[in-house]
């Protein structure tokens, strides 16, 4: 059963930097990707970025390039998301994703498997 647990969210001001983590479990993820979604208060999901858990190809929505950056650590099997230069309009709750390669990077039905999400809140 695949397990994803995020971790490190909180309440920074803006500006600052968070780093959160995603420790996955449960089958070996080669061939999979991972992904970085948000959703603020009554909105949809939103794409972050992705990674390839074998090749470590990353993709970013564009309003995050720059300022994000997503990894992974295949010995410890858990996937990072550093942010830095956060705004207010990051606050959201973050949320760790895992599929296949098939299907768009940036959908959230791309992904059957998701954490339980991190709180990121960011005042001024």
């Known amino acids: 059963q695949v397990q994803l647990v995020e971790s490190g969210g909180g309440l920074v001001q803006a500006g600052g930097s968070l780093r959160l983590s995603c420790a996955a479990s449960g089958r070996t993820f080669s061939g999979y990707r991972m992904g970085w979604f948000r959703q603020a208060p009554g909105k949809e999901h939103e794409f972050v970025a992705r990674?390839?858990?074998?090749?470590?190809?990353?993709y970013y929505a564009d309003s995050m390039k720059g300022r994000f950056t997503i990894s992974r650590d295949i010995a410890k099997n858990t996937v990072y998301l550093q942010m830095n230069s956060l705004k207010p309009e990051d606050t959201a709750v973050y949320y760790c994703?895992?599929?296949?390669?098939?299907?768009?990077?940036?959908?959230?039905?791309?992904?059957?498997?998701w954490g339980q999400g991190t709180q990121v809140t960011v005042s001024l």
């Open positions: 994703a895992a599929g296949s390669l098939a299907g768009a990077s940036g959908a959230p039905t791309s992904y059957p498997y």
């Open positions: 990674i390839t858990w074998g090749g470590g190809t990353t």
